[in-house]
Every structure is written in C-alpha cells, then in structure tokens.
C-alpha cells in the first residue's frame, strides 16, 4: 500500500477517534440543562393542557435525566470498545494489498445497487421503511384534507408492513437464504419461559391500563368487563400480533435493526437512536385523523400529541429491546409484547368512555414510561446487552 494511502487511513483513523471521544460527551453534557429549563419554560406557557399532560413532561424529564447519567457511566466503556472496532478495522484494511483493493473497487462496480445496500445496510433498511410507509400514505394524507376522493384504508393497512418488507429484503442481501431462516426461527422461538409468556400477555396490558386510572376522571363512567370485552380482546390481539403493529413492524425494528445497531453504537444510544427513527416513521400520520390530525386540527398533533407519542415509542423500545436481549433474540417475544401495547388501547376505550384518545396515550406513556425507566436504571443502560459478533452484511 502506498504512503498517502498509508497516511490518510491514519489521519481518518484519528479524525474518526477524536470525534468519538467528543461529540458523545458534549452532547450530554450541554443538553440535558438546556433541555430541562425549555420543558419548564414550555409548561408554564401552556397552561390549557390537562394535568395528566404535566405528569408525563416530568416523567419525560426525568427520563432524559436518567439516561443522560447512564450515558455518562457507559460512555467510556463504549469508546474504547469503538476505538478497539476501529484499530481492528485499519489494521485489517492496511494488510490489503493494491491488487485487493482493485478487485474490490471492480466487485462494487459490478454488482451495484445489492453491493451498496450490503456495504450501509442500516441506512438502506430506513430508506426502505419510509419509502414505503410515507410513499403509501401519500393518497391517505390528501383524501384526510379533501384534496382526493376514495377510501384509502387499504393503503393505510399495507403501509404497516414497510420494516417488514425492509427487513426481509435486506436479511436477505446482507445474509442470504440463511439468513431468511434464522429470521423465520427468530419469530417460531415461543420457548421462552412462562415469566417472559406472562410479562408479554399480562403484565403489559396491566400497565397500560394502570397508567389510565391514575388519570384524574378516568374511572367516571367506567362500564366494566363484559362477555363481549372477553371475546373481542382475543381477537384483536391476533389481528394486531399479525398485521398493527406486532410481526408487520418487529421483523424489521428487532428483527433486522436492532442487532446491528446495539452492536454498532451500545444499547443505551442505540435504543435511543432506533426510538426516535421508529417514532418518525410515523410521522406523517400526524397529518391525518389517525392521529389526531387533519383539517382544522392546526398544530395541535405536533405541539401536544407528537410528544406524548415520542415518549411512549421510546418507552416501547427500551420495554421491547429488553426483551428481545434476555430471551436470546426471540422475535416471538418482542412481537407478542408490542401487540400488548397496542390491542389494551383500543378495547379500554370502550371501558373507559370519559379517556379521550389523547389521553389514552398519556396512559400507555406513563405505566410504559416508568417501566422503562426501571429498566434502565436496574440494568444500568445495559439493557440485557451480552456483546456477540456483528451479523454479516
């Protein structure tokens, strides 16, 4: 190899540690002040939004306070664990001989697109994702303003299924038809222990609807358990496991980002990136009735709903990462416990007539939002995390 090359891999090697030992570092510890007197300063202008509101701001806040201490007692450890990747990396890189290089630069040229999507797999699996999901919801976006007529729930329905597909597509490039078989054992992996059965189908619902009652006038109302309530929940639940929100979305969050993004930036940043690009590839259906958007609305769905829905998401993450680290990687779990979250919501707004759908969410963000933080804190950021290698791609 030549000497340039030689002294430019060093110069990237040593760019690439020096912004490793700083931007971490100077974002936790410029943000989390910052942060803490805007929310105070926001909740104080805002004196409309209802007391439940308030709670979950300083649940956020409290969050942010947490895992920014968490960062600052995981943070060395993931430096030097990156800047060991990283000396590994040059050193393989520099044992490449110019023969090597030429091949491979031949190798990229050939086969394209697959090679390019093998080389960034985590930012083709994103692309992929939201294409699909913010391409789909395009028609139902402007039949929710009037700009077009027809019933576009279709759209909707399949717009859910982009991590599927993003994950599927980019197992299969990164890993081939070996890869595709890991994942369908992934998801046939339902030998996980009677807690983790019990936690996924029980404990999780229960929070849910504990974060409801402690509402103020939550109960006012209350119809209690009927027959129907006891038929309807189980098959909501299935159609929700199968296709709103549970293997239409995990095949691709846990099933194909998770893995490599805990093993590229550690679980507590990880999550945190994984929650909020989750969280806004919802983001257009703000704009429409699901949720909360729509003509008339203004900016009612970004100012008050999208917040209370970042926290939930984040908490949802941090719950469904947990899971998925301490049964062994078992797709089974982590769908079955993100069904939990969403099939209580909507059949506890039939028991609970006076909780609005807004405070519906408020409900799911506080019990979720405070298991989170338990999680957090008992694991120390670590989230279950057991290091192996890095899957192929």
Not at 48 to 76: D, K, M, Q, T
Not at 103 to 127: C, E, K, N
Not at 286 to 306: D, K, N, R, S
């Amino acid at each position: 190899m030549s000497q340039s090359a030689d002294q430019a891999t060093t110069e990237e090697a040593h760019k690439g540690s020096q912004l490793q030992r700083s931007s971490p570092e100077r974002i936790v510890r410029f943000a989390l002040i910052p942060i803490t007197i805007v929310t105070v300063a926001a909740l104080g202008d805002l004196p409309e939004l209802p007391s439940a509101a308030y709670e979950v701001s300083l649940l956020g806040l409290l969050g942010v306070w947490i895992i920014g201490l968490l960062v600052f007692r995981n943070l060395r450890r993931t430096l030097l664990r990156n800047q060991r990747a990283l000396k590994k990396e040059l050193t393989e890189q520099t044992v490449l001989t110019e023969t090597s290089r030429s091949q491979s630069q031949q190798a990229v040229a050939s086969s394209g697109l697959t090679q390019a999507m093998r080389m960034h797999p985590l930012s083709s699996y994103f692309t992929i994702a939201y294409a699909i999901k913010w391409g789909l919801l395009i028609p139902v976006t402007l039949a929710a303003w009037g700009v077009i007529s027809g019933d576009w729930t279709a759209a909707f329905i399949l717009a859910t299924f982009a991590p599927f597909v993003g994950g599927i597509i980019m197992t299969y490039v990164t890993q081939g038809r070996a890869g595709l078989s890991r994942l369908r054992g992934s998801i046939r992996h339902w030998r996980i222990g009677w807690r983790w059965l019990l936690f996924a189908f029980a404990v999780v619902p229960t929070l849910v609807m504990l974060g409801i009652i402690v509402q103020p006038g939550a109960l006012v109302g209350f119809l209690g358990v009927s027959p129907t309530l006891l038929v309807s929940y189980p098959l909501n639940y299935v159609a929700i496991w199968f296709g709103g929100g549970g293997l239409d979305e995990e095949v691709g969050w846990r099933g194909f980002a998770w893995s490599r993004m805990q093993s590229r930036y550690g679980p507590l940043w990880g999550t945190l990136f994984l929650g909020v690009l989750h969280s806004f590839w919802h983001g257009e259906e703000f704009l429409t009735p699901a949720q909360g958007g729509g003509p008339g609305t203004g900016w009612t769905p970004f100012l008050v709903i999208l917040p209370i829905f970042l926290l939930v998401v984040l908490s949802c993450t941090v719950i469904l990462n947990w899971v998925f680290n301490r049964t062994h990687g078992s797709l089974f779990a982590a769908i079955s416990t993100h069904a939990s979250f969403d099939a209580p919501q909507a059949v506890l707004s039939v028991l609970f007539p006076a909780v609005g759908a807004t405070s519906m969410l408020l409900g799911a963000s506080i019990g979720l939002g405070v298991t989170a933080l338990l999680i957090l804190i008992l694991t120390h950021g670590r989230l279950g995390y057991q290091r192996v290698p890095t899957p192929k791609s």
